[in-house]
């Protein structure tokens, strides 16, 4: 239990750090790049599209190192996966945090009236925050019989790495991926049409 407490705190803080890296590249060097040659900034629905495509890229790399992982264990069960594999992950991650997520707040604020930010500010950590950890929630239990189920000891030893990846294999993990997949898919059409129809209401304007 403590080296499984100190492995989700590891992570917690790779994934924070690889958000902090990609918003710092994105800021400094992508955006202004952008504008200083191209005179382009990057609208908000396409913010959110990229952030979808991230999340599709994401979810469909945890598919490829999933078969990798499975097909590794049946082959060769003493031979660990190198941590090389996770990398795109966090890269993916990051990325699609940036675009989308944090891309959610600056247009909470750029898009209310002044006298109306604080409240925009607000319905958008509600959808981001509460919503969301509500939706999760909820697959976490509908979906609970789906991942690793590790057998319940009351001895202080941990089940070994060997155990775990047993467990894994043995898990539902791929298929709850593919719905992850899906309903990314899904808001990846609804930005795209989005920032469709954004276009041609803006070229009615102009008309």
Same mark, same amino acid.
């Given at each position: 239990? +403590?080296?499984?407490? *100190?492995?989700? =705190?590891?992570?917690?803080? $790779?994934?924070?750090?690889?958000?902090?890296?990609?918003?710092?590249?994105?800021?400094?060097?992508? &955006?202004?790049?952008?504008?200083?040659?191209? *005179?382009? *900034?990057?609208?908000?629905?396409? *913010?959110?599209?990229?952030?979808?495509? !991230?999340?599709? #890229? !994401?979810?469909?790399? @945890?598919?490829?190192?999933?078969?990798?992982?499975?097909? +590794? &264990?049946?082959?060769? $069960?003493?031979?660990?996966?190198?941590?090389?594999?996770?990398?795109?992950?966090?890269?993916?991650?990051?990325?699609?945090?940036?675009? =989308?997520?944090?891309?959610?707040?600056?247009? =909470?604020?750029?898009?209310?009236?002044?006298? #109306?930010?604080?409240?925009?500010?607000?319905?958008?950590?509600? /959808?981001?925050?509460?919503? =969301?950890?509500?939706? %999760?929630?909820?697959?976490? %239990?509908?979906?609970?019989?789906?991942?690793? $189920?590790?057998? @319940?000891?009351?001895?202080?030893?941990?089940?070994?790495?060997?155990?775990?990846?047993?467990?894994?294999?043995?898990?539902?993990?791929?298929?709850?991926?593919?719905?992850?997949?899906?309903?990314?898919?899904?808001? #990846? /059409?609804?930005?795209? %049409?989005?920032?469709?129809?954004?276009?041609? +209401? @803006?070229? $009615?304007?102009? /008309?």
């Amino acid at each position: 239990m +403590q080296r499984r407490k *100190k492995s989700q =705190a590891a992570r917690g803080l $790779q994934i924070l750090s690889s958000v902090v890296i990609a918003s710092a590249f994105n800021g400094t060097i992508l &955006y202004p790049f952008l504008m200083r040659r191209y *005179k382009y *900034k990057i609208p908000f629905a396409t *913010k959110f599209a990229i952030g979808n495509i !991230c999340a599709v #890229l !994401c979810v469909g790399w @945890s598919l490829i190192v999933d078969r990798v992982i499975i097909n +590794q &264990y049946h082959t060769n $069960q003493n031979e660990h996966l190198n941590l090389v594999w996770s990398i795109p992950n966090y890269v993916f991650l990051a990325f699609g945090e940036t675009f =989308a997520n944090i891309s959610s707040y600056e247009a =909470a604020f750029a898009i209310a009236p002044i006298e #109306l930010r604080g409240f925009g500010t607000a319905i958008n950590l509600f /959808v981001r925050s509460g919503l =969301a950890a509500f939706i %999760s929630t909820a697959m976490d %239990s509908i979906f609970k019989g789906w991942f690793p $189920q590790t057998p @319940s000891s009351s001895s202080s030893s941990s089940p070994s790495l060997s155990e775990i990846i047993k467990y894994y294999t043995e898990s539902r993990i791929p298929s709850f991926l593919w719905i992850l997949l899906g309903i990314n898919v899904i808001g #990846l /059409v609804l930005n795209r %049409s989005e920032e469709h129809t954004s276009e041609l +209401q @803006s070229r $009615q304007y102009l /008309v």
